[in-house]
């Protein structure tokens, strides 16, 4: 699979947007994009996934460039309780393990 | 709907016992992965299922770790005899068969001390 390359953490004012950016300069063809977060003490919570379009749903928005070698997921309105690690993984299907790397910690403050 | 449902929450015990930690995943996943996780070695996938049929078990620590799925709806995972070392917040997850690349689906996972 390939790698992916995130800052270690980052800080977001309450309200504002959150834009978590991720590297995967080695994605191959058929790779998809996850994004899931852990908030401390749960499991990890899908987030979204895309391949080359850009993405949407109620929790976040995905933005996949167009050489697809990076990323951005953005939160649109962080709140306190968006305070978490986000992993970027990227892999080929369902059947294949995730490979969590360290992720992003954000902290949103108020 | 009723997620990853895993068990116990905790889990303490002293070296040499035996552990069962247990999982239902979402009704109707044909996958069913295993994933521990530590603060040196992050999250780490132990073994996988599809269709109640183990596929990759090369994350298996060592022949004290056993993970069994029965049927569609429940799977454990066991340790025997427990070391210290095994000591980590252990995951189970499950997702639809690959079509449209379905995400993972994970418990809140079993804090698991062994003293």
């Known amino acids: 699979d390939a790698k992916t390359t995130q800052p270690p953490s980052m800080d977001c004012a309450e309200g504002r947007a959150a834009n978590l950016p991720c590297n995967h300069s080695?994605?191959?063809?058929?790779?998809?994009v996850y994004w899931y977060r852990q908030i401390h003490s749960q499991g990890p919570q899908y987030i979204i996934h895309?391949?080359?379009n850009n993405e949407t749903n109620e929790m976040a928005s995905l933005i996949i460039t167009e050489d697809r070698k990076s990323s951005t997921l953005i939160l649109p309105h962080a709140t306190l309780r968006d305070t978490a690690v986000y992993y970027c993984?990227?892999?080929?299907?369902?059947?294949?393990?995730?490979?969590f790397g360290k992720g992003t910690t954000l902290s949103v403050s108020s | 709907d009723a997620g990853v449902i895993q068990s116990p929450r905790h889990e303490v015990t002293e070296m040499g016992q035996e552990v069962t930690l247990r999982c239902k995943p979402i009704?109707?996943?044909?996958?069913l992965f295993w994933y521990r996780q530590t603060m040196m070695r992050g999250l780490e996938l132990l073994i996988y299922?599809?269709?109640?049929?183990?596929?990759?078990d090369s994350g298996m620590p060592e022949d004290r770790f056993s993970a069994k799925m029965p049927n569609a709806s429940f799977s454990t995972l066991k340790i025997q005899p427990s070391e210290p070392r095994d000591s980590a917040v252990y995951f189970c997850?499950?997702?639809?068969?690959?079509?449209?690349?379905?995400?993972?689906?994970f418990g809140d996972g079993t804090r698991l001390s062994i003293l």
């Open positions: 895309g391949l080359k």
């Open positions: 997850a499950s997702s639809l068969r690959a079509g449209r690349n379905q995400p993972q689906h």
């Open positions: 080695t994605i191959s063809g058929n790779e998809y």
């Open positions: 993984i990227v892999r080929v299907g369902a059947g294949t393990a995730l490979i």
């Open positions: 299922f599809n269709n109640n049929v183990p596929i990759d």
């Open positions: 009704s109707g996943h044909d996958y």
